[in-house]
């Protein structure tokens, strides 16, 4: 149930609580907000996706600077996917210099973000450069967001299922370390020698 709710969900939330008979973990209501800003960053609306944060819980911003700070970054890094060159110069200026001057760590990513400025569409822009205006780098701004929201519910970060499989797959390789083991084939059931 729970990768249900963190990986936003609703409807099949909805149902296995019913079908299982089981009270509902969480407000649905809360899944469907964090899906609305999830897909506000990744359609690179980063003001709506904004917004909506701090209408759901202003706090969130206010206590996690380094999220603001990706925030903006991904605003600016919308400014140069559309082209404002003018308006991502302005807004990196009033906005992000400040964050810049108060964090090492934002700076360089400040300066990152800024090469985009630099290279524009050249084919020598550098991949740790090229990256920010990969649809990955939305998602990532997005995960982020979603996990500072599940946090800011008292709610896991991640799925207790992704957990296990994390832990099984350090148990395997801690084993085959000290043992030779069989290999389990997911497709038919059977063990073979690895």
């Not at 609703?10 to 907000?33: W, Y």
């Not at 964090?34 to 904004?50: F, K, P, T």
């Not at 209408?55 to 559309?82: C, G």
């Not at 995960?143 to 008292?154: G, P, R, Y």
Request: proline share 5%.
């Amino acid at each position: 149930m729970d990768y249900l709710v963190i990986e936003g969900y609703k409807t099949a939330a909805e149902e296995f609580s019913k079908e299982a008979g089981m009270e509902a973990p969480v407000d649905f209501e809360s899944i469907e907000n964090r899906m609305n800003i999830r897909e506000a960053l990744q359609r690179g609306d980063v003001g709506d996706a904004i917004t909506r944060v701090n209408d759901l819980n202003p706090e969130i911003l206010d206590t996690n600077p380094s999220l603001y700070f990706r925030l903006q970054q991904q605003k600016l890094i919308e400014y140069i996917r559309q082209g404002k060159v003018a308006e991502a110069l302005q807004f990196a200026q009033d906005e992000l210099a400040p964050r810049g001057e108060e964090s090492p760590e934002f700076l360089s990513e400040l300066e990152r973000t800024m090469a985009l400025l630099a290279f524009e569409s050249s084919p020598s822009m550098p991949s740790s450069v090229s990256e920010l205006l990969s649809p990955a780098q939305r998602m990532k701004t997005a995960a982020e967001v979603n996990a500072a929201i599940l946090e800011s519910f008292s709610q896991g970060k991640e799925a207790k299922l992704v957990g296990l499989l994390r832990l099984l797959c350090w148990g395997e390789v801690m084993l085959e370390e000290r043992a030779e083991l069989p290999l389990l084939d997911l497709n038919d059931g059977s063990f073979g020698v690895r």
